[in-house]
């Protein structure tokens, strides 16, 4: 999902994002714990994972001509406790209303230190992605061409969904090693991943669950990608359905999905297990047009995007990136992003 909003000043605290803050405190201090990542129109930012300490770690000048950054992901590897690593993809010369730009990239950055607003980056690789996700005759590439991003859990490989027409192979996942290089690719047989997608990787790095389009009267479908062992003969792997729902993203301990629920129109927050069984459903949170959830590293918080409206008559449209205690209900506005 692309978030435009402005900041101003190199390395600084965001200005025109507000921190509406967590009134509880012993939830306030929960999440204080973690470390989230986000992007604005003027770059990619790091925060306490309760929206306070936010700061600019890449800024758009250091994209290209006007640039912008997207689908940021964290690796919460263990590997990664000493040095952290994190991805996005970017784009240049942005056409919002297109939706296109060029030199579409995979951006893999490794901080000096742990995780934490203010890190320094030791290192960035940018893999250009024109050959997996062909420049139109114009030169220019789709920026949904890149539908979702994800560490896999031992911070080894990426995970790249790919959406392209079908001359051009059709949609499928595309892996990287931590640097960045291209490893293999799985085509989905004609499926195809919902245009902003979510992708998260299972316990044992064998199998992807992702989001993939639905029929007409469907809100998507939750899949599970099986990928072949290694050096297994032939290169396919298996594609098989588990639920209803968009942007899935599995919990750290691995058992659980966190969907995007629609009936008769009112979105909301569903669990699952493993199979597709139906653990809670969270009726109506707060905001609109609710888009690719993610969970604190407990396991006890889901971060979500929505729309709200701002301004004397409410026609202005903000999104703000909130959170959802599983536990108590409580919906948290942390960050207004723009």
């Known amino acids: 999902m692309l978030v435009f909003a402005a900041a101003t000043g190199p390395g600084c605290l965001v200005s025109r994002q507000v921190n509406l803050g967590v009134s509880d405190r012993a ?24 929206g306070s300490g936010a700061r600019r770690l890449v800024a758009r000048s250091e994209l290209g001509r006007n640039a912008a950054a997207f689908l940021p992901a964290i690796d919460t590897s263990p590997i ?3 040095t952290a690593h994190l991805l996005f993809l970017s784009v240049q010369d942005l056409d919002v209303r297109e939706s296109t730009g060029r030199d579409l990239a995979l951006n893999v950055l490794q901080l000096a230190g742990p995780l934490e607003p203010g890190a320094a980056i030791l290192s960035w690789r ?36 790919l959406n392209r027409p079908a001359p051009a192979g059709g949609d499928a996942v595309m892996l990287f090693d931590a640097e960045a290089r291209p490893l293999s690719q799985y085509d989905l047989g004609g499926r195809d991943l919902a ?18 389009e639905g029929e007409a009267d469907s809100p998507g479908v939750v899949s599970r990608l099986e990928l072949p062992a290694a050096g297994a003969a032939g290169s396919g792997a298996r594609l098989t359905d588990i639920a209803p729902g968009r942007f899935p993203a599995l919990s750290p301990d691995g058992g659980r999905i966190v969907v995007v629920g629609e009936v008769n129109g009112q979105q909301s927050l569903v ?19 609710l888009t690719r959830p993610f969970w604190s590293p407990d396991g006890r918080y889901l971060y979500y995007y929505s729309l709200a409206s701002t301004g004397p008559l409410g026609l202005v ?14 919906v948290y506005d942390l960050l207004r992003l723009g």
């Open 27 to 50: 939830a306030r201090g929960e999440l204080s714990r973690g470390t989230i990542v986000f992007c604005m129109e003027d770059g990619v930012y790091l925060a306490k994972g309760d």
């Open 80 to 82: 990664s406790a000493a």
């Open 126 to 161: 940018r893999a250009r992605l024109e050959k997996i996700a062909p420049p139109g005759p114009d030169g220019r590439q789709e920026i949904f061409a890149a539908a979702g991003a994800a560490w896999s859990r031992d911070g080894r490989r990426i995970a790249l969904g």
């Open 195 to 212: 245009r902003v997608s979510s992708l998260s990787w299972a316990n044992e790095n064998t199998a992807l669950v992702l989001g993939l």
């Open 271 to 289: 669990l699952l297990d493993m199979s597709g069984g139906m653990i809670s459903r969270f009726e109506r949170p707060a905001g609109r047009a």
């Open 317 to 330: 449209e903000i999104t703000i990136l909130r959170c959802f205690d599983i536990r108590t209900h409580q």
